[in-house]
C-alpha cells in the first residue's frame, strides 16, 4: 500500500520527521517538547471560520469558488490529494494516493488507477452507505467534463476517454500527453460525487445533495452562521478522523473573526487558509499563549492586465517601465497582512516553490523588473517616445476584494502617476468586473488579484495560451507556445522544471505581465492541536483529518 | 387662520431695507435660535473647508509622507496619518468636498424634480394626481437601498451617479410633501381670485402657488441636506461612492480605517466625527429655519403655568 | 369601516404592481447578469446563451414578469439560482431574525422618543428642551455604522476588549438570542428615536396651542392632565405616521448593522443577493418588503383613523 502517510503509525514518524525538517518555520513549543509517542486523542470538535457563504452552491462543476471547495473538502475524497500533515513543507504539494490505491502509466497517454476496496459512501440518503466503485469515477468525471458551466473543465481538458475494466479499475486515455494529469487529478476540484445525488436533487448546489466519501459528513448549513461537520463512520482510512465535529463559523467581518479567535473561540487563525494579519499578530501572541505558527507565501497577489497588441503597450520599453515604476515594497509595507513581509513573484506565483523560479535566476532585463526605481520607468518612457509621459485609464473592482486590495490599488496608481503614466482610475462593481474585464473586455489596463490556481502550470498556461479566454494580453508567440506545449510532453520532472523556468525567464524578459509579489502570510492554531499543518490550497479538510486535540 | 401661512414667508426671501437692519436681526436671530447659529457656522465651516481645501490642507490628499505611517495625531498631524503614510486632516478637509458636492448638487437636483412633480400633479388634479400619486406610493415603498444599489451597480460608483442614484431616491417623498402644500394653497381664494381673473396656468404657478410652497421647499431642503449628507456616506461605507484615492469621509471609515481600527483608531474616529458633525450641522440649521419659517412651531404661544 | 378597509387595499394593490414591476426590472438592468456570474473566471462565451435560455432568462421581460408574478400568485417564490435554496424557506429563517432587531430597535426607539419628546414641548425653550433637542439631533446625526464601529472599538482600546458576535440561534439559547440584539438595538434604535422625539415635540406643540387645550388650562387642569390626556393622544397621530416610516428606515439600517455586527438578517441577504443578481431572491425579498411596507402604511393609515375621529371610514 503506497498510502501510508495516512496509516496513525507512519503518522508520528513523519511527526518526529518534521521537527527535524520545519524548525525554522514553526514556532511554539509542541514540536520541540513533547515526546513524540504522544498517542493521537479521538473526539472534540475543531473550531474554524470561513469568510463567507458558500453563496455559488454546493456543486463542485459549477464553481471555482473557494467558498464552495472548502466546505466540500471535509466532506469529499478524490482518487489523488496534495499530501498533508506536518511533515509536508508549506508551499510543495506531493501528490499521494487518496480513494485509489496505486496507479501506473503505462505509456505517455494511458493512466490506470486501483481504487481501495469497502470504501463506502456516507451514510446518508439517497446513497446509504453503499460501497464506491469504479463506476462512480466515471460518471463524476465525465459529468466534470460536460457541465457546460464547470469553469475547472480545463483541469481535465486533456482526457479522452475514462474506462472501467472493472470495479475497482479506472483507465483514464488522454488526448495528448499531460505531464501535469496526476497533479491535476489532486487539485481541489476533482471531487468524486454520488450519481443518485445528482439523479435525486438535479445537481448538487443543495446543502443536502452534500453527499461524499470524505472523513466528515456535512450535518447542517445556516447560511451567515455556520457549517457543522459530524464524523463519517464509514471513512476509509481506519482511526481516522481523530476529532468527532468540525464547527465552521461563518463570519464575514475581520474584526468580528479576530475578536472570537482571540476569545478562545476558534482553533485556528481567522482569515483564509488560518492566517492571522501581521498586524494582529503581536496581540495574538499575546492573548493566545503558546500559540503555533507557520510563514509561508501564499498564491493570492496583484494582477496589471495590457493588450500587448495595442499601443502603448505593444513596445516592450513601456511595459518594463510599467513594472519598475511599482514599488513592491510600498504595497506591501501599507498591507495588514504582510507589513513589509512579501515574496516578489515571477510568472509562476513564488507560492510553488518548486516552479517558480528565482528573482536572481531570470534574465538580465526581467530581473530589473523588480528594481523599483522611477527614474529608470521614465527614461524607458522616454526611449519609447513618451518623453512626457502618457494618460491612459485602468479598471479595478471597487467591492469585493476588500480594504488591502484597494491600497494596492491606489499606490500602484499613484507609482505609475510619479513615473509619467497617468492612470485614470475607473472602478467597476465586482459583478461587472468579473464578467466582462478579466475576460479582456477592457480599453487599456486593469489591475485585479490573480492565485485562485494552486497548480504552477496554470499561470502560464491559462494566461499565455493563445484561444485561453484569460489570455487577456492578445498574446500570440510562437516560441512561447512552443515552450508551453513542449513542458507538457516533458515527464521528467527535472527537465520540464527546466522548461518552466525558460518560459519565466522568456516572459519576464518580454515582459508580458506586470510585476506583483505574494504576501508571506502567517498561519496560526492553538497550541492544544496537534498534528497540523498548513498550506496552500482549498483542501482543509485533508489537513484537518490527522489533526487531534490535546485538551 | 390659514392664510397665516404667506406672512412670514415674505420675511426672508424681502430684500433688507438697510443692511444694518439685517445685521441686527441676525445678532437677534442668533440669541433666540443659538443651535441653529451653531448649525450655520459649522455648515459656514463645512463649505469654507470645501471651496478652500487647496489652501487649507497642509498635504495633497494622496501624498505618502516619508516616513509617517499610521502616527497618532499630533502638532503636525492634527488626526494622525493612515497606513498609507497620508495626512488624515488633509483628508477630512478635501472629504468636505465630496459630502458639500452631493449634498447641495442631489438637494438641488431633488427640489426640481419634487417641485415639477409635486406641483404639476396637485395643480392639474383629476386622474393624472391619482395616477401620478400612485407611482410615487410605489416608488417610497420600494425599499431605497435595492434602487441605490440596483443604480449604482447599473451606472458603476462615482460621484455624478452618486448624485442621480440619490436624487432619484429622494424625489419621491419630497413631491408628495410638495403636493399637500400645493393644495394647501390651492383652496386659497385669491388663488381663485386669480383664475377668475383669467390668469394663465403658468402664472399661477409661478405668481401664486410658488411663493407660498417655497417654505416647505426650503425647510425640506436644509433637512434633506443631512439626509443626503449621511446617505452619502452611508453607500460610501458599503463601496458604492466615490472611488479612491479621492477621499470620502464614509470610504475613510470603511475601508482601511476599518480594518486598522484596532491599531489607529483615529483613521476611522476621525471622518466619523466629521459626518457626525457635518450632518449635525445641517440638522441643526433645518431645526431653527423650520421654526423660524413655520410660525405655527414659533415660540411663545404657550406659556405653561402662566 | 369595512368599507375603508377596502377601499385602502384596492389603493394598495396599483402601488404593489408597479413596485413589484421595478423590483422586477430593475435588478435585470444591471451589466453582468447571473448567467455571466455562474461562468466567473471562465469564459465560454457560447454556452451563455444555452444557460440562459435553461433559466429561462433569454425570453423577453415582460414575459418573464407575468410568468413570475403568476407563480408568486400562488405562492411559489423560486429558488435560488446559485444555491437553489427555496426563497421562502430561506426567508423564513432570516426574517424573524430582522423582525426581532426592528421590533427592539422600535422598542428603543419609542421608549426614549416619546418621552423626551413630552418634556421637551412642555418645556419649550427651557434648557430641557435645549438639551434634548441637542442630544436628539445629535442622535439623528451620528450615523449607525459610526455609533457601531465606536461601540466595538472603544472597549477595545480601553480594556483590550471587544463583543464577540457569534450569532446564536434562537432553538439553541433563547435568552442567548433575544440578548445578542440589544447592542445592535440600541445603536439602531437610537437613531429613530431621534426623528420620533422631534416629531413628539412638534406635535405636542401645535396641540398645546389649540383651543380645547387653552380650555382645559383654564379649567385649572394639572398640567400632567393636560399634557397627558387632553393633547397627547392628539399629538399621537402623526408619530404613528413617522412610526411607520421609521419601519422603513430601520429595515435600511439593518443593513449595515447586521453585517457589523453577523446578524444573519434579510439585510445582508439582500445586499449579497444583488451582488450576486440572484433574480429570484431579489425579487421575493423586495416584494415581502414592499408588501410589508405597503401593509405597515395600510395598518397606520387605520391606526390614524382609529385615533382621529375626523377621519371618515
Known amino acids: 500500500m503506497d498510502s501510508g502517510a495516512l496509516d496513525p503509525t507512519l503518522t508520528r514518524r513523519d511527526l518526529l520527521k518534521a521537527a527535524g525538517i520545519a524548525t525554522i518555520a514553526v514556532t511554539g513549543p509542541q514540536l520541540a517538547t513533547r515526546p513524540a509517542e504522544a498517542q493521537p486523542k479521538r473526539g472534540g470538535t475543531l473550531r474554524t471560520t470561513v469568510i463567507a457563504d458558500p453563496v455559488t452552491g454546493f456543486d463542485p462543476h459549477q464553481t471555482i469558488s473557494f467558498l464552495t471547495m472548502v466546505p466540500l473538502s471535509f466532506a469529499y475524497s478524490r482518487l489523488v490529494k496534495v499530501k498533508a500533515g506536518p511533515d509536508v513543507k508549506p508551499m510543495t504539494y506531493p501528490v499521494e494516493a487518496d480513494l485509489a490505491e496505486s496507479w501506473t502509466q503505462p505509456n505517455e497517454t494511458t493512466y490506470i488507477f486501483k481504487l481501495r476496496k469497502g470504501v463506502r459512501w456516507h451514510p446518508k440518503p439517497p446513497v446509504n452507505g453503499r460501497e464506491l466503485t469504479s463506476d462512480d469515477v466515471k460518471y463524476t468525471y465525465e459529468r466534470f467534463l460536460s457541465m457546460k458551466n464547470n469553469g475547472n473543465r480545463p483541469v481535465l481538458e486533456s482526457v479522452d476517454k475514462i474506462e472501467t475494466p472493472d470495479k475497482y479499475t479506472v483507465k483514464f486515455v488522454l488526448k495528448e500527453p499531460n505531464a501535469w494529469f496526476v497533479d491535476m487529478l489532486a487539485s481541489t476540484s476533482t471531487w468524486i460525487i454520488a450519481k443518485e445525488c445528482v439523479e435525486k436533487f438535479g445537481d448538487l448546489k443543495k446543502a443536502e445533495s452534500v453527499v461524499g466519501t470524505g472523513p466528515w459528513m456535512l450535518e447542517r448549513w445556516e447560511p451567515n452562521v455556520r457549517l457543522y461537520y459530524t464524523r463519517n463512520p464509514n471513512y476509509f482510512v481506519p482511526g481516522l478522523p481523530n476529532a468527532d465535529n468540525v464547527d465552521v463559523l461563518i463570519d464575514k467581518d475581520p474584526s468580528s473573526r479576530l475578536a472570537a479567535f482571540l476569545a478562545g473561540k476558534l482553533d485556528f487563525g481567522p482569515e483564509y487558509q488560518h492566517v492571522i494579519r501581521r498586524l494582529d499578530l503581536a496581540v495574538a501572541k499575546q492573548r493566545r499563549p503558546n500559540l503555533q505558527t507557520v510563514e509561508y507565501a501564499w498564491f493570492t497577489s496583484g494582477s496589471t492586465g495590457f493588450k500587448v497588441d495595442k499601443a502603448p503597450f505593444n513596445d516592450v520599453k513601456v511595459r518594463r517601465a510599467l513594472s519598475r515604476a511599482v514599488s513592491l515594497a510600498e504595497i506591501f509595507e501599507s498591507n495588514a497582512f504582510s507589513q513589509g513581509h512579501y515574496v516578489p513573484n515571477p510568472a509562476v506565483p513564488a507560492a510553488a516553490a518548486e516552479w517558480s523560479i528565482p528573482i536572481d535566476q531570470l534574465g538580465p532585463e526581467g530581473r530589473k523588473l523588480y528594481e523599483f526605481s522611477t527614474a529608470e520607468a521614465k527614461r524607458l518612457l522616454a526611449e519609447a517616445g513618451h518623453a512626457n509621459g502618457f494618460k491612459t485609464e485602468v479598471e479595478a473592482p471597487g467591492t469585493g476584494y476588500g480594504p488591502d486590495f484597494l491600497d494596492f490599488v491606489q499606490i500602484t496608481v499613484k507609482n505609475w502617476k510619479a513615473a509619467g503614466i497617468d492612470a485614470d482610475l475607473k472602478l467597476k462593481e465586482y459583478g461587472a468586473f468579473i464578467s466582462s474585464t478579466i475576460y479582456g473586455k477592457f480599453d487599456h489596463m486593469f489591475l485585479g488579484l490573480r492565485g485562485a490556481w494552486t497548480d504552477p502550470e496554470s499561470y502560464f498556461y491559462r494566461w499565455f495560451m493563445p484561444?485561453?479566454?484569460?489570455?487577456?494580453?492578445?498574446?500570440?508567440?510562437?516560441?512561447?507556445?512552443?515552450?508551453?506545449?513542449?513542458?507538457?510532453?516533458?515527464?521528467?520532472?527535472?527537465?520540464?522544471?527546466?522548461?518552466?523556468?525558460?518560459?519565466?525567464?522568456?516572459?519576464?524578459?518580454?515582459?508580458?505581465?506586470?510585476?506583483?509579489?505574494?504576501?508571506?502570510?502567517?498561519?496560526?492554531?492553538?497550541?492544544?492541536?496537534?498534528?497540523?499543518?498548513?498550506?496552500?490550497?482549498f483542501d482543509h479538510g485533508g489537513r484537518m483529518m490527522a489533526a487531534w486535540i490535546d485538551k | 387662520m390659514a392664510k397665516a401661512v404667506e406672512i412670514p414667508v415674505r420675511e426672508p426671501i424681502a430684500p433688507p431695507l438697510r443692511v444694518p437692519n439685517a445685521a441686527v436681526r441676525l445678532g437677534r436671530l442668533t440669541l433666540r435660535k443659538p443651535l441653529g447659529a451653531i448649525g450655520a457656522l459649522i455648515v459656514v465651516t463645512l463649505i469654507l473647508l470645501a471651496a478652500f481645501a487647496d489652501q487649507i490642507a497642509p498635504y495633497p490628499y494622496d501624498e505618502s509622507i516619508a516616513g509617517a505611517r499610521m502616527k497618532a495625531p499630533s502638532a503636525q498631524f492634527w488626526m494622525g496619518t493612515d497606513n498609507l503614510a497620508r495626512d488624515i486632516w488633509s483628508r477630512v478637509v478635501y472629504g468636505a468636498r465630496i459630502s458639500v458636492t452631493v449634498g447641495f448638487a442631489t438637494v438641488a437636483l431633488v427640489t426640481l424634480l419634487a417641485t415639477a412633480i409635486g406641483v404639476t400633479s396637485a395643480y392639474v388634479g383629476g386622474t393624472v394626481d391619482i395616477v401620478v400619486q400612485r407611482i410615487v406610493d410605489a416608488w417610497m415603498s420600494f425599499p431605497a437601498l435595492v434602487i441605490v444599489l440596483s443604480l449604482l451597480a447599473a451606472l458603476g460608483p462615482g460621484m455624478l451617479n452618486l448624485i442621480l442614484a440619490l436624487a432619484i431616491l429622494g424625489a419621491a417623498g419630497t413631491s408628495r410633501v410638495i403636493r399637500g402644500a400645493t393644495l394647501a394653497t390651492l383652496q386659497h381664494p385669491y388663488v381663485e381670485a386669480a383664475r377668475a381673473l383669467g390668469s394663465g396656468h403658468l402664472r399661477i404657478i409661478v405668481r401664486h402657488v410658488l411663493p407660498n410652497v417655497l417654505a416647505t421647499i426650503i425647510i425640506l431642503a436644509t433637512v434633506a441636506l443631512g439626509t443626503v449628507i449621511l446617505a452619502e456616506s452611508a453607500l460610501s461605507f458599503l463601496g458604492f461612492g466615490v472611488p479612491p484615492p479621492y477621499p470620502s469621509w464614509g470610504g475613510m471609515l470603511s475601508g482601511s480605517g476599518r480594518s486598522f481600527m484596532y491599531h489607529a483608531p483615529w483613521m476611522a474616529l476621525c471622518p466619523g466625527a466629521a459626518i457626525s458633525l457635518a450632518v449635525f450641522g445641517f440638522n441643526m440649521l433645518g431645526d431653527a429655519l423650520r421654526d423660524v419659517l413655520d410660525p405655527r412651531l414659533r415660540g411663545a404661544g404657550v406659556r405653561m403655568r402662566g | 369601516m369595512r368599507t375603508y378597509v377596502l377601499r385602502r387595499l384596492i389603493i394598495a394593490i396599483p402601488s404593489l404592481l408597479i413596485a413589484s414591476l421595478i423590483v422586477f426590472t430593475l435588478p435585470r438592468l444591471i451589466p453582468g447578469d447571473v448567467v455571466q456570474l455562474m461562468f466567473e473566471e471562465k469564459g465560454y462565451g457560447k454556452d451563455l446563451e444555452e444557460m440562459r435560455a435553461k433559466l429561462g432568462l433569454n425570453r423577453p421581460i415582460p414575459v418573464q414578469y407575468v410568468d413570475w408574478l403568476g407563480r408568486v400568485v400562488r405562492g411559489d417564490f423560486g429558488e435560488s439560482l446559485w444555491t437553489r435554496q427555496a426563497v421562502l424557506d430561506q426567508v423564513a429563517q432570516r426574517l424573524p431574525v430582522t423582525l426581532t432587531l426592528g421590533f427592539e430597535a422600535l422598542v428603543v426607539a419609542v421608549l426614549i422618543g416619546v418621552p423626551i419628546g413630552i418634556v421637551a414641548a412642555v418645556r419649550q425653550d427651557g434648557p430641557l428642551d435645549f438639551v434634548a433637542r441637542s442630544a436628539a439631533i445629535l442622535g439623528l446625526s451620528i450615523p449607525a455604522f459610526v455609533t457601531s464601529i465606536v461601540v466595538i472599538l472603544l472597549p477595545a482600546i480601553w480594556w483590550g476588549w471587544s463583543p464577540v458576535t457569534t450569532f446564536v440561534r434562537f432553538s439553541a439559547n433563547p435568552a442567548a438570542y433575544a440578548l445578542q440584539f440589544v447592542l445592535p438595538a440600541l445603536i439602531l434604535g437610537t437613531a429613530s428615536a431621534a426623528a420620533i422625539m422631534r416629531l413628539t415635540r412638534g406635535m405636542l406643540l401645535e396641540v398645546l396651542r389649540q383651543d380645547y387645550v387653552r380650555t382645559a388650562w383654564a379649567k385649572g387642569l394639572r398640567e400632567r392632565a393636560v399634557v397627558l390626556k387632553h393633547s397627547l393622544k392628539n399629538a399621537v397621530i402623526p408619530v404613528v405616521t413617522v412610526l411607520g416610516l421609521q419601519v422603513a428606515q430601520i429595515a435600511g439600517g439593518a443593513v449595515i448593522v447586521e453585517t457589523i455586527f453577523g446578524i444573519p438578517g434579510m439585510g445582508q441577504f439582500l445586499v449579497e443577493s444583488i451582488i450576486q443578481r440572484d433574480y429570484p431572491v431579489i425579487q421575493g425579498i423586495n416584494l415581502l418588503i414592499v408588501v410589508i411596507i405597503v401593509a405597515t402604511n395600510l395598518l397606520v393609515d387605520l391606526t390614524y383613523a382609529m385615533l382621529d375621529p375626523r377621519i371618515r371610514y
Do not use: C
Open chain 1, 467 to 537: 484561444g485561453q479566454p484569460l489570455n487577456v494580453w492578445n498574446i500570440n508567440d510562437p516560441k512561447l507556445i512552443e515552450m508551453i506545449k513542449l513542458q507538457r510532453r516533458t515527464f521528467d520532472v527535472a527537465k520540464r522544471k527546466q522548461i518552466v523556468y525558460d518560459i519565466q525567464r522568456y516572459l519576464a524578459e518580454n515582459a508580458y505581465f506586470g510585476v506583483d509579489g505574494s504576501v508571506k502570510v502567517v498561519s496560526a492554531w492553538e497550541p492544544h492541536i496537534k498534528n497540523y499543518m498548513p498550506n496552500n490550497g
